[in-house]
């Protein structure tokens, strides 16, 4: 009975993948390259969109006003799937849209072919392999760490047709960052955004949308930092943290898995006990703790949070400046 059983299951998920593998009869396509360098004919207006990665495909789709077909996303301990951050991002999720939750890394093979999309956008972070892939619907691979998270708007909004919506996005971020201009001085600030892991600290050449903010509003941030290759981070040890102290430094928790600040705190602990008594921004009480899926996510509501979050620590708050 179990061979039968797995019989019928490999013959049901054959005939799905043979009729998910036709395009839609008269269906217009174009020609477009990938970050693999593969040459793909996808549809000119994709309807029914796989997204194999939440963050950096899901939520800027959403952001753009395309609800893909089915979606990548995490689970809870309980099992239950989720789009990480994009109930705080954009109030959508797999519990109030009719977007699919098929799996997470990696995604189930299976249930990418029963949603039948006309086109599935993965990543190479993604395991799945391409060719299983491409044997459901025309694939492309798209490499945030290469185009940059906003980067990827732009593509995604050329293959979904909104690059209007896009636009008005853009403008505005633009209107933000003026507003932090006008309001703080901020090429005579310095910052740096620090996390401790596993008893390393770790600081981001740019850390995800609160990085792109405070490069964009012209903040200073200190040599070690503007090292390190741009899209890249480093591990380092508790000895390295005054090269990485600041007027200001900001410090994440993951409230997906339910962190708290105090768990931020803890972490940098590990580091170095009494980590604190180490960096000028900790003792002058200029450290900021908040939310990691605002502030690394690839989103524009997230860019406007951390615009406003910045605003409202730093302009018209008399502070006292790290000594050179």
């Not at 931020?264 to 450290?287: G, K, S």
Request: glycine share 6%.
């Amino acid at each position: 009975m179990k061979v039968l059983a797995m019989i019928n299951r490999v013959a049901s998920a054959c005939l799905v993948f043979a009729l998910a593998a036709f395009p839609a009869i008269g269906q217009q396509t174009v020609t477009f390259t990938d970050d693999a360098g593969r040459t793909v004919e996808i549809p000119a207006d994709p309807q029914r969109i796989a997204a194999l990665h939440d963050l950096s495909i899901t939520v800027p789709l959403i952001e753009l006003g395309v609800y893909p077909a089915a979606s990548h996303g995490r689970t809870t301990e309980e099992g239950v799937g989720f789009i990480r951050s994009s109930k705080v991002l954009t109030g959508v999720d797999f519990d109030n849209s009719d977007i699919q939750f098929v799996g997470n890394l990696p995604v189930d093979i299976e249930a990418v072919a029963i949603v039948e999309p006309d086109l599935i956008i993965t990543t190479p972070w993604q395991t799945t392999p391409v060719e299983q892939l491409e044997a459901i619907a025309p694939t492309i691979v798209l490499d945030d760490t290469v185009r940059g998270d906003l980067g990827m708007y732009e593509t995604l909004a050329e293959i979904t047709g909104t690059e209007d919506a896009l636009a008005v996005l853009e403008g505005r971020y633009e209107s933000q960052i003026e507003q932090i201009k006008r309001l703080i001085d901020t090429s005579d600030i310095s910052v740096n955004v620090i996390q401790g892991v596993n008893g390393e600290v770790l600081s981001w050449h740019t850390y995800g949308g609160l990085g792109r903010v405070l490069r964009d509003a012209g903040f200073q941030f200190p040599q070690r930092v503007d090292a390190i290759p741009e899209g890249d981070f480093e591990r380092m040890s508790a000895e390295t943290f005054p090269e990485l102290d600041a007027d200001f430094l900001f410090v994440t928790y993951r409230t997906d898995t339910l962190e708290t600040p105090d768990d931020a705190i803890a972490y940098l602990e590990e580091v170095m006990p009494n980590f604190c008594d180490f960096l000028h921004a900790c003792r002058e009480n200029q450290m900021i703790v908040m939310p990691r899926e605002e502030a690394s996510a690839s989103s524009y509501y997230g860019l406007g949070v951390m615009a406003y979050t910045i605003i409202s620590h730093i302009s018209g708050r008399d502070f006292t400046p790290k000594p050179d």
